[in-house]
Nanobody
Framework: QVQLVESGGGLVQAGGSLRLSCATS????????VGWFRQAPGKERDFVAA????????DYADSVKGRFTISRDNAKNTLYLQMNGLKPEDTAVYYC???????????????????WGQGTQVTVSS
């Protein structure tokens, strides 16, 4: 099993930055694809970014490409999301997730991930 706990969310003005962290436990983190999703009120949970087990491969939603950077530290069992140039439309609950069945797939679907954190709120004011 993998347990995931997000932190780093908060309130920031448009144009600002936040760094989200996802601390994990369990033996599967270093071999798993891990990613970030977000869900705004009344909307579906959407893919944000993902990174392969080795960190060599990454994937970003078009809406965040060039502004967000995903990274991981396997020695610390931690996933990160550096968010720069934040916009009001980035406001959402952000979830980290792990796909322990694949080291890398490029899949962006919610169903591909088998473990989820509880989420952290990010609010961007205009």
């Amino acid at each position: 099993q993998v347990q995931l706990v997000e932190s780093g969310g908060g309130l920031v003005q448009a144009g600002g930055s936040l760094r989200l962290s996802c601390a994990t436990s369990g033996p599967s983190f270093s071999s798993a694809t891990v990613g970030w999703f977000r869900q705004a009120p009344g909307k579906e949970r959407d893919f944000v970014a993902a990174i392969s087990s080795s960190g060599d491969d990454t994937d970003y939603a078009d809406s965040v490409k060039g502004r967000f950077t995903i990274s991981r530290d396997n020695a610390k069992n931690t996933l990160y999301l550096q968010m720069n140039g934040l916009k009001p439309e980035d406001t959402a609950v952000y979830y980290c997730a792990a796909d322990t069945r694949r080291s890398w797939s490029g899949l962006r679907a919610v169903w591909a991930y088998d473990y989820w954190g509880q989420g952290t709120q990010v609010t961007v004011s205009s």
